[in-house]
């Protein structure tokens, strides 16, 4: 086994982690939202990743970025990826059935091809890839179950800002590119500084947080999702930008549904249907078929 295959090993093993951690963040959100209102809960979503974050920066003996320019550009990139698409989610699923919710926003791996193939052309644009996009919508879908596209058409405004959230992530995914120069852990937490300094004004004009009495399972919930949902996550998310790419990275969308329909089997011994069964196939033959390069032509024999 060559180090290069082992490499990629790693990466899909962390790609797998990845979809498990913000899998999971569903979970945690609704115990959180039992007590804390959403934007509340973003804030301080956000504030426990950028302690945490700043923290192993500092022990790394980093520094985050001083560079107005660049921290412009981490803002944007925080708003896409983060706090912006989180409130527009959070807004949306208040009128969108959680099944069509999980489809509507597992289509970010197909706006990466998209907008890679019309304007970036940043990495690679095959037909593999738009079909293991394609495939992987299609895994989601038989995963929540057909029906869940029988809302369609309705609520429409809550739909298109969940579609136009999985748009933004897909951006993100894109944007995040030009951050290599940067340590993934510095450009998580400050990402995430920039956040905090944005949601916690926000929650306090909004939500008024020190009239909220939070129960303590929501506020083990909101830490949850800030130390392991968030700040760990974001460190891999920024690592695998550079090994997988784009696309790569977009495509834990698809292992998310899988990963949440296998806790519930180990964890809550759930069962598994045929249909849902094939849904998980599709999801990672999708995956399977962003990620695994092309195999090169074989060098012709000299004569």
């Known amino acids: 086994m060559t180090p290069s295959q082992i490499d990629k090993r790693v990466e899909f093993a962390l790609l797998l982690l990845l979809a498990l951690l913000w899998g999971s963040s569903y979970f945690f959100i609704k115990l959180g939202l039992v007590t804390i209102p959403p934007v509340t809960l973003i804030a301080c979503r956000v504030s426990v990743a950028a302690i945490l974050l700043c923290a192993i920066v500092i022990w790394r003996g980093e520094r985050l970025p001083t560079d107005p320019k660049i921290l412009v550009q981490l803002m944007l990139q925080a708003f896409l990826n983060s706090f912006g698409a989180w409130t527009i989610v959070a807004w949306g699923q208040q009128y ?112 008024e947080p020190w009239t909220i009495n939070p129960s303590a399972t929501s506020l083990m ?65 999708g995956v399977i078929l962003i990620n695994v390069p092309a195999r090169k032509p074989a060098a012709k024999a000299q004569e």
């Open 96 to 207: 969108v059935e959680s099944s069509l919710a999980t489809v509507l926003n597992s289509t970010s791996p197909l706006f990466v091809f998209l907008i890679t193939f019309f304007f970036t052309r940043h990495e690679s644009t095959s037909g593999r890839r738009l079909l293991g996009a394609c495939i992987g919508i299609g895994g989601v879908i038989l995963i929540v179950g057909t029906d869940a596209l029988s809302g369609l058409g309705q609520q429409v405004g809550a739909q298109l800002g969940i579609l136009f959230a999985a748009f933004m992530y897909g951006c993100a995914a894109i944007y995040g590119k030009r951050f290599g120069h940067l340590s993934p852990t510095v450009t998580a937490a400050t990402a995430m500084v920039l956040a905090s300094a944005v949601m916690i004004p926000f929650s306090l004009l909004v939500d």
């Open 221 to 285: 919930a909101a830490i949850a999702l800030g130390v392991m949902c968030t700040g760990v996550a974001l460190m891999l998310y920024f690592r695998l930008l550079r090994t997988l790419g784009s696309m790569g990275v977009a495509s834990q969308g698809y292992l998310r549904t899988a990963v949440g329909v296998m806790l519930g089997v180990f964890v809550l011994g759930e069962s598994i249907s045929p249909l849902i069964g094939v849904g998980i196939a599709a999801a990672v033959t």
